[in-house]
């Protein structure tokens, strides 16, 4: 094969092992993520982001995202954040440790950095975050860290002039079992289009009994890239309708309803123009009880049938989920 196909079409992630991703040319590939990378794991090559989650059923097959240069890729650092840019997308990955200051404080922090990132390099525009932060159901002194974490992120939104409301990004954020607060980043130049799910509240809007300040982000991003290809980012998706969560301790009706939201995603984004097939995605699947991990992989074949590319390729990681009641969370993305 030759490396053109082996990278993959530009605007667009393909899924690799960690194995193949490795031996890609470093400046044919923009970016991407690594997912169930534990800290003793071999080295990965730099521009690819680890997302320390343990794999679960396919540790034989560590698989990492990857999206594709579009142009000649230029890499460097804002303050603690790395980046690599290709002249249409910004690739970004952070790791923050705790201060003892607590989470508002850190994510605000954090996300200043990240905008100070996109300013200095021109890409305006957040597409897609992936959040990851420790003991995320944990009380941090009179609140839970999800929800301090909320509430720095969502101050730093507004004070450097994003879209916290309306218009947000796509974002996943999990709890994962290590230590700092990591952040990976999709930016560009253009104004993505944001989805809401008629079935769900913007999360943004969730009431206060969520949080003082609500979660940033918006159900979906489509994204164009320069040859006209729709991009499509789905968030972290779960058994929520309305605000509230349903289906609380029934692993089976939690994923049914998570499919239903996910097909709501969908049909909402072809009003913007883009025709996906959720049995056609690619999915990160994430587990809150490792035991459960079978019992899940066996109820969304049943859905999505056994056989469907959302079953071949389907990562499922361990990690806790932003609502102590929440026992799965699906993200995927299109093209
Ligand atoms: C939810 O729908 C489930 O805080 O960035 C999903 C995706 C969730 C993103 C975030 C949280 C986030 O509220 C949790």
Redesign the pocket.
């Known amino acids: 094969m030759q490396v053109q196909d082996a990278v993959g079409t530009p605007g667009r992630f393909a899924r690799h092992t960690w194995a193949d991703a490795a031996r890609l040319p470093a400046d044919r590939v923009l970016g991407g993520l690594a997912y169930g990378v534990a800290d003793d794991d071999v080295s990965l090559p730099d521009w690819l982001a680890p997302v320390p989650a343990a794999a679960l059923l396919s540790d034989d097959r560590a698989h990492a995202d990857v999206w594709p240069a579009a142009g000649r890729v230029r890499e460097g650092r804002t303050g603690s954040i790395r980046w690599r840019h290709d002249g249409q997308h910004l690739f970004g990955a952070v790791e923050f440790e705790e201060d003892g200051r607590g989470l508002e404080v850190l994510a605000h922090r954090a996300y200043r950095d990240l905008f100070s990132t996109l300013a200095d390099t021109g890409y305006a525009h957040l597409m897609r975050?992936w959040?990851y932060l420790p003991r995320i159901n944990e009380d941090g002194g009179g609140l839970e860290r999800?929800r301090q974490?909320?509430a720095g992120?969502q101050q730093a939104f507004i004070d450097a002039g994003q879209a916290a409301f309306e218009g947000a990004p796509?974002?996943?954020?999990?709890g994962f079992h290590g230590e700092g607060l990591l952040l990976r980043f999709m930016a560009g130049r253009t104004v993505p289009v944001a989805i809401e799910n008629p079935r769900?509240v913007p999360?943004w809007r969730?009431p206060a009994d969520?949080g003082p300040r609500a979660?940033?982000?918006s159900?979906a991003a489509v994204v164009r890239t320069a040859s006209d290809a729709a991009h499509l980012f789905v968030?972290?998706?779960?058994s929520?309708v309305g605000?509230a969560t349903v289906h609380e301790g029934d692993l089976d009706a939690q994923i049914d309803e998570t499919l239903r939201?996910l097909e709501a995603v969908f049909a909402e984004s072809r009003r913007s123009g883009v025709a996906f097939s959720l049995a056609d995605s690619e999915p990160v699947v994430y587990v809150r009880h490792p035991a459960q991990a079978a019992a899940v992989r066996h109820r969304l074949a049943q859905a999505l049938g056994p056989q469907s590319r959302f079953m071949r390729q389907a990562v499922y990681l361990h990690a806790d989920?932003?609502?102590s009641d929440?026992l799965v969370?699906i993200?995927t993305h299109l093209h």
Do not use: D, K, V
């Open positions: 975050l959040n999800y974490f909320n992120r796509a974002a996943c954020a999990l769900q999360a969730y969520y979660p940033t982000f159900r968030s972290g998706t779960a929520i605000h939201n989920i932003c609502r929440l969370e993200e």
